[in-house]
């Protein structure tokens, strides 16, 4: 979970004014409200490996990449693009905007920030595919995923997560749209974080060349337009 980031602004005034902000919406008798009912049944199962504990872990297309290794993580109040993905995205550092707010990670340490970005995010297949523009910062730590998806994407799509179900719905007009979590990937990236004494123990250069090449590997880069 990430905490901290701007939230309707990176400013202190903008924090506080963000806190007092508090819309309680009803759904009157007798009027239906917009949009399709989304729920989860047991079709949605169909290729997934039960009982698991994986987290979702999808493929978007961010900025026109497909980008692989993407969380989606309902408790980070801010979406992330790792560094070494957005240096393969050749977007210009130039168009970053500072930022005032620090990040922190669950254990509390600070996250050096390179900037903030808002860039447009598409999930789902067509039609049922949706698009939209949101906030990114850009942080310079390692990590075995690429992207976190935070609260701020949710929101923006609607979005409802089940990650039993291995899959995230949001609304397309009167339809639903879905992006389905990859569970082989999701272990992968959960090996990655958990060191073990044979990763402590690659001393020797073939290993530790075939360990890099492993982790670009799993950019999934190919061209302008996969990451």
Same mark, same amino acid.
């Given at each position: 979970?990430?905490?901290?980031?701007?939230?309707?602004?990176?400013?202190?005034?903008?924090?506080?004014?963000?806190?007092? +902000? $508090?819309?309680?919406?009803?759904?009157?008798?007798?009027?239906?409200? #917009?949009? &399709?009912?989304?729920?989860? *049944?047991?079709?949605?199962?169909?290729?997934?490996?039960?009982?698991?504990?994986?987290?979702?872990?999808?493929?978007?297309?961010?900025?026109?990449?497909?980008?692989?290794?993407?969380?989606?993580?309902?408790?980070?109040?801010?979406?992330?693009?790792?560094?070494?993905?957005?240096?393969?995205?050749?977007?210009?550092?130039?168009?970053?905007?500072?930022?005032?707010?620090?990040?922190?990670?669950?254990?509390?340490?600070?996250? +050096? $920030?390179?900037?903030?970005?808002?860039?447009?995010?598409?999930?789902? #297949?067509? &039609?049922?595919?949706?698009? *939209?523009?949101?906030?990114?910062?850009?942080?310079?730590?390692?990590?075995?995923?690429?992207?976190?998806?935070?609260?701020?994407?949710?929101?923006?799509?609607?979005?409802?997560?089940?990650?039993?179900?291995?899959?995230?719905?949001?609304?397309?007009?009167?339809?639903?749209?879905?992006?389905?979590?990859?569970?082989?990937?999701?272990?992968?990236?959960?090996?990655?974080?958990?060191?073990?004494?044979?990763?402590?123990?690659?001393?020797?250069?073939?290993?530790?060349?075939?360990?890099?090449?492993?982790?670009?590997?799993?950019?999934?880069?190919?061209?302008?337009?996969?990451?």
């Amino acid at each position: 979970m990430i905490i901290g980031g701007a939230t309707d602004g990176d400013s202190h005034r903008s924090r506080k004014a963000h806190s007092r +902000q $508090l819309k309680v919406y009803g759904v009157s008798r007798g009027r239906p409200t #917009e949009g &399709p009912i989304i729920g989860f *049944r047991p079709q949605d199962l169909e290729g997934i490996e039960v009982p698991h504990d994986d987290a979702l872990v999808i493929r978007a297309t961010i900025a026109n990449y497909d980008i692989a290794r993407v969380f989606v993580d309902t408790g980070s109040l801010v979406n992330i693009i790792f560094k070494r993905a957005f240096d393969q995205m050749q977007i210009d550092e130039a168009d970053l905007q500072p930022m005032a707010t620090s990040l922190f990670g669950f254990t509390g340490n600070e996250v +050096q $920030l390179l900037g903030q970005i808002t860039l447009a995010i598409s999930m789902g #297949e067509e &039609p049922l595919r949706r698009t *939209r523009r949101v906030p990114f910062i850009i942080v310079d730590a390692p990590s075995t995923y690429n992207v976190i998806l935070g609260r701020p994407t949710l929101s923006a799509f609607s979005v409802v997560v089940s990650t039993y179900h291995q899959k995230m719905k949001f609304p397309v007009g009167n339809q639903v749209g879905e992006a389905r979590g990859d569970q082989q990937t999701s272990r992968r990236c959960y090996m990655d974080m958990v060191p073990t004494e044979a990763k402590k123990n690659r001393r020797v250069q073939g290993a530790e060349i075939h360990a890099v090449q492993e982790a670009s590997s799993a950019m999934n880069f190919e061209g302008k337009e996969s990451l």
